[in-house]
């Protein structure tokens, strides 16, 4: 299943099925991104990060990719878990003193058995 | 437990009131954050400080009023509050880098409503 566009909040997919959630970051002088995980009634916990210098990074499980030429961010999960069904957030750091994240609108990944 | 905690976790309030959330992190990091979750999920920061000073201030109400007494420590005090000030509100902390890879920590939330 994949999220397509910046407004679709929701993904659906089907447990073991690989999930891609998209994500458009606005500020060319962005170098660094994260994605975070929120499941319900708790604080977004980090998943993965990537640098401006790299177009991938990999993970237990997890993959994202960036380009910057169209300043487009995403990650892919394989073999979706029902334990992987929470928010999934994107936040870009910008350039300036000090550590200020810019999220992005989040996505709910529900995963159905 | 290495961990980033806040409290109360649930804050019920009338409007008009002042009341405190109270942030405290045990990672060893020296810059710490308050965001606010809105009730779309949207995370905005709103402070951060490093090593007891201010080094982010978005434009919030002046009500808002932040406090470090050390860097292991930050409170948020709202003053006379307002029901658009209803929302999760995060702590987090992170070391102070240039390289700005610095990975934020986030505390559980605290659920303010204002009645």
């Known amino acids: 299943g994949e999220s397509v566009g910046l407004h679709l909040p929701t993904l659906s997919v089907q447990e073991g099925d690989n999930s891609i959630i998209n994500c458009a970051y606005s500020n060319s002088a962005s170098d660094y991104f994260i994605w975070y995980k929120q499941e319900s009634g708790k604080g977004p916990q980090f998943i993965i990060d990537i640098r401006s210098n790299m177009d991938k990074r990999q993970g237990q499980r997890v993959t994202v990719l960036l380009n910057k030429t169209v300043k487009h961010l995403s990650l892919q999960i394989a073999a979706t878990q029902p334990g992987d069904s929470a928010v999934y957030f994107c936040a870009e750091n910008k350039r300036t003193s000090g550590s200020r994240l810019t999220f992005g609108e989040g996505t709910q990944l529900t995963v159905n058995p | 437990d290495t961990a980033v905690s806040q409290t109360p976790k649930y804050l019920v309030t009338q409007m008009g009131n002042d009341k405190s959330i109270k942030c405290e992190q045990n990672l060893g990091h020296d810059t710490m954050y308050w965001y606010k979750q809105d009730s779309k999920k949207f995370l905005k920061i709103m402070f951060s400080y490093n090593n007891k000073e201010l080094i982010i201030n978005e434009t919030v109400p002046n009500r808002f009023s932040p406090k470090s007494p050390d860097k292991a420590h930050l409170n948020l005090h709202i003053n006379s509050l307002e029901l658009g000030d209803s929302a999760v509100y995060f702590c987090?902390?992170?070391?102070?880098?240039?390289?700005?890879?610095?990975?934020?920590?986030f505390g559980p939330g605290t659920r303010l409503t204002v009645l």
């Open positions: 987090a902390s992170s070391h102070f880098g240039t390289t700005s890879t610095d990975t934020q920590y």
